[in-house]
């Protein structure tokens, strides 16, 4: 095969993966995760909150427009500073200038993740009018019922009997058994005597098993102050049954597209990648290996890397001001993700001309590049640590994609002989050392990106199969470079041609392992993640196992397990995803100090906060907090 042929090749191949990526293209979330906010989402207040408080899962970029309070006609309400508590780097705080008046508000938030996604969220509070009676203002609430949340009954109910906190009127009420089939019932009715009372008959005997029973139900005096509600809860006959069909549960996966993404941020990732991996790698080759010489060939090549980064990273700030377009410039060019580009630009333009310390300055410009892309700026991905890992898989990336483009592409006055003995056996051990740093440091990142997955998840997310992609092609350049580091030790005549062949498809897959990288950074590695996970806390001491089966979205089985023999009267759950979707349910005691919930549990991909609320039977209670991380490419509230 001719080495024109060979380079036509590997054009035709990295051009056919770009447009594979641009056809399968669809928006990225944000990679950071809503845990709470103060006032709580459609909480109903008895007077003027002081300030608005936002709670994160890691730590975000704000600026003065991060937080926004909207009254309901539509006009903005002035707020004071928005802040990041000093104790607490995940808390964002701004303090009201003024006291709220009796109505409906929402809050805007807008915050830059450490991966530099733009978080866009709201949420609704309303403030109580203190002149109107107390029971026409709030939420509609279920006060009892004659069927208990989570309690075990003999007999077949012949009817339900719902109590609530006002007169109301049922929009809808549904009763499910186990399999999901709807249990007939006769028309609410409302008992004469007690308008807060609706009556719903059976028309038949209830089976063994678990029920959910769903309503809706909204004001009888339809005071526009009062707002409409629903409500899950869950009883049994005879025996506690799991959701599903034949005791296995029963869950219907969303459509998952196998495609990849590409887009304008990914794409400007993949220009600065490649832009800055060649112009250090290439420095460090003749810097190192060559000792400086060929400078007439090399600053050709650092001119067509340096338009290449230059392009990408002014794509990178574009597509950051497009997304905080209401940030004044001066605002926008206080932020680390934005004067950063800048000054890797500084350090590129300098490197130009400073040719004796380009590969110090391109380094710093590399460098630079995980403080502001990627996830191992994130705390709980291992700070510091990870951070360093990420460091050094950049440098062993673009010290051998890099020295290996320079490599190849030898002068055009050297013989292929003896370019091959000059730079050969140098070039050959910089490659080894590389490829290791990129294995050690890819191995590690990708456990603390992932540290729980099922086969499944990791294949339906996009971070997933970039990543298996990217191992793929990983492996098969290092069985190339394995062959081609024995024929350089060769250094026989006939093998110099073979020599550049297999350095031309090392490169090539070289450049589309950074194009899989490039999706990596951008793509959210808690879609491919499903675990569940105890979050600390010293101020408890009670043991439990506990399981969730399946962490997928649709229906699941959550089992407690005390391990401790302790007096217990009742267990809750309480789960939710800020900041307006919490649920809160018994659970059924299924054996002594084993209870177990059931039902549509987990609704959307994201992180649930779960917490276990254990009471005693002296009263006490103890609450438990976990986080439940469901798998799934459209992630709520991250």
Not at 180 to 195: F, H, L, M
Not at 453 to 473: D, H, M, N, Y
Request: glycine residues 6%; hydrophobic residues 45%.
């Amino acid at each position: 095969m001719s080495r024109k042929l060979v380079k036509t090749c590997t054009l035709f191949h990295v051009l056919l993966f770009i447009l594979f990526f641009f056809i399968f293209t669809e928006p990225i979330g944000a990679h950071s995760a809503l845990k709470g906010t103060t006032p709580s989402g459609s909480e109903v207040l008895k007077k003027s909150p002081s300030t608005i408080e936002v709670w994160f899962k890691d730590p975000v970029e704000i600026h003065k427009e991060s937080l926004q309070l909207i009254d309901t006609d539509g006009n903005k309400v002035p707020i004071g500073n928005t802040e990041v508590d000093p104790e607490d780097s995940t808390h964002i705080i701004a303090k009201l200038d003024q006291e709220l008046k009796p109505g409906k508000y929402s809050v805007k938030i807008n915050t830059i993740a450490q991966d530099g996604y733009v978080i866009n969220e709201e949420f609704t509070f309303s403030v109580k009018d203190t002149a109107v009676k107390k029971e026409s203002f709030g939420i509609l609430e279920l006060v009892k019922s004659n069927l208990q949340d989570g309690i075990v009954y003999e007999q077949s109910p012949k009817q339900m009997e719902l109590v609530f906190n006002q007169p109301v009127n049922i929009n809808v009420v549904g009763i499910f058994d186990d399999k999901r089939a709807p249990i007939s019932t006769k028309a609410p009715e409302s008992d004469p005597d007690n308008p807060n009372k609706v009556i719903i008959p059976f028309t038949e005997e209830l089976a063994s098993g678990t029920y959910q029973v769903t309503w809706i139900g909204s004001p009888a005096n339809n005071d526009k102050q009062v707002l409409a509600n629903q409500g899950v809860f869950y009883f049994a006959v005879g025996e506690f049954t799991p959701f599903g069909i034949g005791g296995e549960v029963l869950n219907v996966a969303p459509s998952t597209s196998y495609g990849f993404t590409l887009e304008r941020k990914q794409l400007a990732y993949w220009l600065m990648f490649v832009g800055l991996t060649m112009l250090f790698g290439i420095a460090c080759f003749y810097t190192f290996i060559i000792k400086n010489q060929y400078l007439a060939r090399w600053n050709k090549m650092n001119l067509l890397f340096y338009l290449i980064s230059f392009s990408g990273i002014t794509l990178l700030l574009v597509e950051q001001k497009l997304a905080l377009s209401e940030l004044s410039f001066s605002d926008f060019f206080l932020l680390k993700f934005s004067w950063i580009p800048i000054v890797q630009l500084i350090l590129l333009t300098l490197g130009i001309w400073l040719k004796k310390v380009r590969f110090l300055l391109y380094g710093l410009a590399l460098l630079l590049s995980p403080f502001i892309i990627g996830h191992a700026t994130y705390p709980r991905y291992g700070g510091y640590i990870t951070l360093v890992a990420s460091s050094i898989h950049i440098l062993g990336a673009a010290i051998w994609i890099g020295c290996l483009f320079a490599f190849i592409a030898k002068p055009k006055q050297e013989n292929a002989m003896d370019w091959l003995k000059k730079a050969g056996p140098s070039f050959s051990k910089w490659a080894f050392i590389s490829m290791i740093g990129i294995a050690v440091s890819g191995i590690w990142m990708s456990v603390a990106f992932l540290p729980s997955f099922s086969i499944q998840s990791l294949i339906e997310s996009e971070w997933g199969r970039s990543l298996i992609v990217k191992v793929a092609l990983f492996l098969f350049v290092i069985s190339v470079a394995y062959f081609q580091r024995k024929t350089i030790k060769k250094l026989g005549s006939k093998l110099a041609s073979s020599v550049y062949k297999k350095g031309w498809i090392e490169l090539t897959y070289g450049v589309m392992i950074i194009l899989f990288a490039s999706t990596l950074v951008a793509a959210n590695p808690s879609a491919a993640e499903q675990g569940l996970y105890k979050e600390p806390n010293p101020e408890q001491s009670l043991e439990l196992d506990v399981k969730v089966t399946p962490i997928e979205i649709g229906l699941s089985t959550i089992t407690i397990k005390l391990l401790e023999d302790v007096p217990v009267s009742n267990v809750r759950v309480k789960l939710g995803m800020p900041p307006d979707w919490f649920i809160e349910n018994n659970a059924f005691k299924v054996d002594e100090g084993t209870y177990k919930l059931t039902g549509n549990l987990l609704h959307a991909a994201g992180t649930v906060n779960m917490t276990i609320k254990v009471t005693m039977e002296n009263g006490e209670e103890i609450q438990i907090p976990y986080e439940i991380v469901v798998p799934g490419e459209i992630r709520f509230n991250e």
